[in-house]
């Protein structure tokens, strides 16, 4: 691990880190990666990976090459590959300043910064850069991405009134904040049964997006996989969604007669679609993070199958009474000791309206 870095160092990989987190909202399901090229401690490039195609390493030289630059050192967010140190060491790279590794059993990169005399430093900000692919390495580890469950309810814990209305409970500030969490996502999740009563768009708004406006352009943000579960093959071409940009699938145990949808064919289990063979399918597919709006139904039936990994409540100070909506639909427990128990990360005012990140004991 760095034992030698100074403050400018670290200014720096907090520079690259701050470059990855940007991409985050342009980039396809990936790993997060930026580096910054450095020149007699002064940040000539910073770049990150945007894309799979091309080696963001190999970009940044590139551009360097254009512009007869040379560099020193390079501070990047996680290990690089052999041909990227092969390459950085061409236009004078002596110090690898890293992050962090996201597969520490691969040496390769080290052998090759040996055997090139190049210095390396390993963790200089590494919680930081460990946080920027937290849902990458939990879908190595887990065979599935990370889900982030997705809930807007009134003081008394309802999601809708009696006769279905829910426009709005929360604020615009609260949905505002939605828009940012559905940009970091890789897929949208939802049902049916939430198309057929809202018609919602489900995907990412531009207008609503004012905190990333003097990040990136318009034109770079990208709108995240929308995954409808219809096993039913209840949903026709009229709806909002499919007319928007960005991709969306049908999830069937059969192919979807709407060809204005993608079926994505996942097998049956008790007459419903399995939903933890969803989930490995969508890990297959090389996603990270599942961003889930849903209707009680199947909000408590990922809960029930152990498939929410974090709640995103958001509360507002209302009261709807208690022949309103709830927020699961969750069985009669008969003792306290089998009532799911929650820990709290992370409570924030948002608008009018609190937001609590919690997980499960």
């Known amino acids: 691990m760095a034992n030698s870095a100074n403050p400018s160092d670290a ?27 450095v020149a007699k401690d002064k940040i000539v490039l910073a770049l990150a990976q945007v894309d799979s195609s091309t080696s963001v390493v190999l970009k940044a030289l590139e551009q360097l090459r254009l512009a007869e630059q040379v560099c020193d050192s390079a501070y990047l967010t996680s290990e690089p590959s052999v041909l990227d140190v092969q390459q950085l ?3 004078g790279v002596t110090k690898l300043v890293v992050a962090c590794l996201l597969e520490p059993l691969l040496d390769d990169w080290r052998k090759a910064c040996d055997e090139l005399d190049m210095a390396v430093e ?11 692919n937290h849902d990458y390495l939990f879908r190595k580890t887990h065979q599935r ?39 970091k996502s890789d897929v949208i999740l939802s049902g049916s049964g939430t198309v057929i009563a809202d018609d919602p768009s489900l995907n990412v708004r531009w207008q609503e997006l004012e905190p990333l406006h003097a990040l990136i352009s318009e ?45 994505l064919l996942v097998e049956e289990k008790d007459g419903h679609v399995c939903l933890p063979s969803l989930m490995n399918k969508l890990a297959q597919m090389g996603v990270n993070s599942v961003w889930v709006e849903a209707g009680e139904t199947l ?37 306290m000791s089998q009532v799911p128990e ?14 609590l990140i919690c997980r499960l004991k």
Not at 127 to 132: C, F, I, K, R
Not at 152 to 177: E, M
């Open 299 to 335: 909000a408590g039936t990922l809960l029930a199958q152990g498939l929410v990994d974090e709640f995103i409540l958001y509360q507002a100070p209302k009261l709807m009474g208690s022949l309103s909506r709830g927020l699961l639909a969750l069985p009669e427990y008969q003792a």
């Open 89 to 91: 060491a061409k236009v």
């Open 122 to 132: 390993i963790g200089l900000l590494e919680s930081q850069a460990l946080a920027l």
């Open 145 to 183: 991405p990370f889900v982030r469950l997705k809930m807007a309810a009134s003081l008394d814990g309802r999601t809708a009134l009696k006769n279905g209305q829910s426009k709005w409970i929360t604020s615009g500030q609260a949905r505002q904040d939605v828009q940012l969490f559905r940009a």
């Open 11 to 37: 200014n720096i990989m907090a520079q690259a880190i701050a470059c990855a987190e940007r991409a985050s909202y342009i980039k396809a399901q990936a790993i997060n990666f930026a580096l910054v090229l």
């Open 342 to 355: 929650l820990e709290i990360a992370k409570i924030d005012k948002i608008g009018p309206d609190l937001r």
């Open 219 to 263: 034109s770079q943000l990208r709108q995240p996989i929308r995954v409808i579960i219809d096993n039913r093959l209840q949903l026709d071409e009229h709806f909002r969604l499919f007319h928007l940009p960005g991709e969306t699938f049908l999830v069937a145990s059969q192919a979807h007669p709407n060809r204005a949808g993608k079926t």
